[in-house]
């Protein structure tokens, strides 16, 4: 409140008034809150008082009494229109990102290290803009610009910038991420980096031409589109350690030593044990991660899954023997048994390429877990049953499907059926098509089967299981970033800009995934999005800002990063505030 002096009729009048900024135009303006009357009068009748003074104290205690009490008195005009194109709603779950961002001091390295660059905008900025509109409102660059206005920030800078920044964001990546990995153990202890879980996943882009990134090679979405390859290394608690790209003709097991040997040589692991799946650790792989033929072992470990379905005879039939296996509480087995697990030391062959391009054979010595799980086999059945259906339905009109591929997996199922290799298309036979049973049964009997091999021969069956276990987050993670952070397809041309739009996305999984570390992981990655998206506001009155969500995960949230997202009303004033302690 203040108290406003102004002249009506020649003769000075006092008024108490309060300001505020008119969200259409922009402009301040001010509200007449008590009329005093002329100042003349006011001194005739209080001939003692310093009039000015005493209502300017009267202003200011009223200021304070509301600010105390939270009390406003609004007038609102029920007739009021909304204007043509009106879409003023307004995010404030981004403080909660922004507080992540900050604690992890990347506003401090991105103004630092611009001070070698003579940018005329600020790449701090830019970045803050495009990790939140990576998180809460996924799409291209154009659109996180467009979207500026959601937030209550300044971000002054052309859409021209945000590209011509990208290229000095590709220049810097490896740095950003070694930044981030020192940042987490200063503010949130020190990484359990003793598991490391590593998995490589693709992104598929729209174009026809290959270059030397985005090329043809095995697309986990099954996309003919030129791809890029990225291997991402997480620390034990899921949380994003490092990634590197690589062309899209990259086998899987030829990204392993890069993406490892630099988390290794650069972030201080000490002796790791790496999780994976064993199509992508080779024998060359292990042998370089156990250390090789060098004479000062590394002495790293390993646990990687070991297929049961594409294993020996010798090795099925020791799966189905029912001796050896215990249930959960370690007695013997039986057919009543919802779980069970055997385990035993194997000395396996693997083949390594020695220095002189030569394969070898090298024995590795592990132990080898099988488990099963009824739950696992129940799933696995019923995922088959549409599959059978499919099967089943071409045998009886088989000139209903004019391409095998239409029915993955069903053809298995299927005797005497033809097709061209190359295309999936069904070559017209005389032949009798046959279901066969005889392959069902034999791929129902190995249904929730699993079997793992690791280094680790001292650490306890359920240990290893609940190790192996942990890789579903590294699944996840690539399912969020093609998902919830829409990160393919990619419409970006030059490589330095697709490399900057992966960090973008490396950094916002990091914040998502503290985020839910620091709820103790009771939520997953889209329930934190989601939230974050509908700590949402509308403008109601003067400055003031009306908010209408609010749940056990928004409490959690806010809790956990300190900031207050329980208030259904807040001032401008007070949403700044926020804003600038989550920058604190």
Same mark, same amino acid.
């Given at each position: 409140?203040?108290?406003?002096?102004?002249?009506?009729?020649?003769?000075?009048y006092l008024s108490i008034v309060h300001g505020y900024r008119d969200k259409e135009t922009k402009q301040v303006r001010t509200k007449t809150i008590k009329s005093l009357g002329y100042l003349d009068e006011l001194e005739k009748a209080h001939p003692d008082v310093d009039v000015i003074a005493h209502y300017r104290e009267v202003?200011?205690?009223?200021?304070?009494?509301?600010?105390?009490?939270?009390?406003?008195?609004?007038?609102? !005009?029920?007739?009021? #229109? $909304?204007?043509?194109?009106? !879409?003023?709603?307004?995010?404030?779950?981004?403080?909660?990102?922004?507080?992540?961002?900050?604690?992890?001091?990347?506003?401090? =390295?991105?103004?630092?290290?611009?001070?070698?660059h003579s940018f005329e905008y600020s790449p701090n900025s830019i970045m803050t803009m495009l990790v939140v509109s990576r998180l809460l409102s996924p799409g291209s660059k154009l659109k996180a610009y467009d979207d500026r206005g959601r937030y209550f920030e300044r971000f002054d800078f052309a859409l021209a910038d945000v590209?011509?920044?990208?290229?000095?964001?590709?220049?810097?990546?490896?740095?950003?991420?070694?930044?981030?990995?020192?940042?987490?153990?200063?503010?949130?202890?020190?990484?359990?980096?003793?598991?490391?879980?590593?998995?490589?996943?693709?992104?598929? +882009?729209?174009? /026809?031409?290959?270059?030397?990134?985005?090329?043809?090679?095995?697309?986990?979405?099954?996309?003919? %589109?030129?791809?890029?390859?990225?291997?991402?290394?997480?620390?034990?608690?899921?949380?994003?350690?490092?990634?590197?790209?690589?062309?899209?003709?990259?086998?899987?097991?030829?990204? =392993?030593?890069?993406?490892?040997?630099?988390?290794?040589?650069?972030?201080?692991?000490?002796?790791?044990?790496?999780?994976?799946?064993?199509?992508?650790?080779?024998?060359?792989?292990?042998?370089? $991660?156990?250390?090789?033929?060098?004479?000062?072992?590394?002495?790293?470990?390993?646990?990687?899954?070991?297929?049961?379905?594409?294993?020996?005879?010798? +090795?099925?039939?020791?799966?189905?023997?029912?001796?050896?296996?215990?249930?959960?509480?370690?007695?013997?087995?039986?057919?009543?048994?919802? +779980?069970?697990?055997?385990?035993?030391?194997?000395?396996?062959?693997?083949?390594?390429?020695?220095?002189?391009?030569?394969?070898?054979?090298?024995?590795?010595?592990?132990?080898?877990?099988?488990?099963?799980?009824?739950?696992?086999?129940?799933?696995?059945? %019923?995922?088959?049953?549409?599959?059978?259906?499919?099967?089943?339905?071409?045998?009886?009109?088989?000139?209903?499907?004019?391409?095998?591929?239409?029915?993955?997996?069903?053809?298995?199922? #299927?005797?005497?059926?033809?097709?061209?290799?190359?295309?999936?298309?069904?070559?017209?036979?005389?032949?009798?098509?046959? +279901?066969?049973? $005889?392959?069902? $049964?034999?791929?129902?009997?190995?249904?929730?089967?699993?079997?793992?091999?690791?280094?680790?021969? /001292?650490?306890?069956?359920?240990?290893?299981? /609940?190790?192996?276990?942990?890789?579903?987050?590294?699944?996840?993670?690539f399912r969020v970033t093609k998902s919830t952070l829409e990160a393919r397809p990619v419409f970006l041309s030059r490589e330095e800009r697709i490399r900057a739009h992966f960090l973008t996305c490396f950094i916002s999984l990091v914040i998502v995934r503290i985020l839910q570390k620091l709820t103790d992981k009771r939520f997953?990655?889209?329930?934190?999005?989601?939230?974050?998206?509908?700590?949402?506001?509308?403008?109601?009155?003067?400055?003031?800002?009306?908010?209408?969500?609010?749940?056990?995960?928004?409490?959690?949230?806010?809790?956990?990063?300190?900031? /207050?997202?329980?208030?259904?009303?807040?001032?401008?004033?007070?949403?700044?505030?926020?804003?600038?302690?989550?920058?604190?």
């Amino acid at each position: 409140m203040n108290l406003k002096i102004g002249k009506s009729n020649n003769r000075t009048y006092l008024s108490i008034v309060h300001g505020y900024r008119d969200k259409e135009t922009k402009q301040v303006r001010t509200k007449t809150i008590k009329s005093l009357g002329y100042l003349d009068e006011l001194e005739k009748a209080h001939p003692d008082v310093d009039v000015i003074a005493h209502y300017r104290e009267v202003a200011r205690q009223m200021t304070e009494n509301e600010n105390t009490q939270k009390k406003v008195t609004l007038t609102i !005009d029920m007739n009021e #229109v $909304l204007a043509t194109g009106t !879409d003023s709603r307004m995010n404030l779950g981004y403080a909660a990102i922004l507080k992540v961002y900050h604690d992890l001091k990347l506003d401090r =390295f991105f103004r630092n290290d611009a001070r070698n660059h003579s940018f005329e905008y600020s790449p701090n900025s830019i970045m803050t803009m495009l990790v939140v509109s990576r998180l809460l409102s996924p799409g291209s660059k154009l659109k996180a610009y467009d979207d500026r206005g959601r937030y209550f920030e300044r971000f002054d800078f052309a859409l021209a910038d945000v590209y011509r920044c990208l290229s000095y964001f590709a220049g810097i990546e490896m740095d950003v991420q070694r930044h981030i990995n020192e940042q987490i153990s200063l503010c949130y202890g020190k990484r359990n980096m003793k598991t490391i879980y590593y998995d490589v996943t693709n992104y598929y +882009f729209e174009i /026809d031409q290959e270059d030397e990134l985005r090329k043809r090679g095995f697309s986990k979405e099954n996309k003919k %589109a030129p791809i890029i390859q990225m291997g991402l290394a997480m620390d034990a608690d899921g949380i994003p350690l490092h990634y590197e790209m690589f062309p899209g003709n990259t086998p899987d097991t030829s990204t =392993f030593r890069s993406v490892v040997g630099e988390v290794r040589r650069k972030y201080d692991t000490g002796r790791i044990v790496v999780v994976a799946d064993m199509g992508i650790i080779s024998g060359d792989n292990i042998y370089y $991660l156990t250390g090789g033929e060098k004479k000062e072992k590394t002495d790293n470990g390993y646990v990687l899954s070991f297929s049961v379905r594409g294993g020996t005879g010798e +090795f099925k039939e020791y799966v189905l023997d029912n001796s050896g296996y215990v249930d959960k509480d370690d007695q013997p087995a039986t057919e009543d048994s919802d +779980f069970k697990i055997k385990s035993n030391l194997i000395a396996r062959e693997i083949y390594v390429t020695m220095s002189n391009g030569k394969t070898k054979k090298k024995i590795v010595y592990e132990k080898q877990i099988v488990f099963w799980s009824r739950k696992y086999a129940d799933k696995a059945r %019923a995922d088959r049953a549409k599959i059978i259906q499919k099967a089943k339905a071409y045998v009886e009109n088989p000139g209903k499907y004019k391409n095998a591929t239409q029915k993955h997996g069903a053809a298995k199922y #299927v005797e005497n059926i033809e097709v061209v290799e190359s295309t999936g298309e069904v070559i017209e036979s005389e032949k009798t098509l046959i +279901f066969n049973e $005889l392959k069902l $049964l034999e791929d129902e009997k190995l249904d929730g089967y699993y079997s793992i091999v690791t280094s680790e021969k /001292d650490m306890a069956d359920d240990e290893i299981i /609940d190790t192996y276990r942990g890789l579903w987050e590294i699944e996840e993670t690539f399912r969020v970033t093609k998902s919830t952070l829409e990160a393919r397809p990619v419409f970006l041309s030059r490589e330095e800009r697709i490399r900057a739009h992966f960090l973008t996305c490396f950094i916002s999984l990091v914040i998502v995934r503290i985020l839910q570390k620091l709820t103790d992981k009771r939520f997953s990655s889209e329930e934190i999005v989601n939230c974050l998206n509908r700590i949402s506001c509308s403008h109601e009155a003067e400055n003031i800002y009306l908010f209408d969500y609010r749940n056990d995960t928004t409490d959690a949230i806010g809790q956990a990063v300190g900031l /207050d997202f329980t208030r259904k009303r807040l001032r401008l004033s007070e949403i700044k505030n926020i804003v600038a302690n989550a920058k604190a």
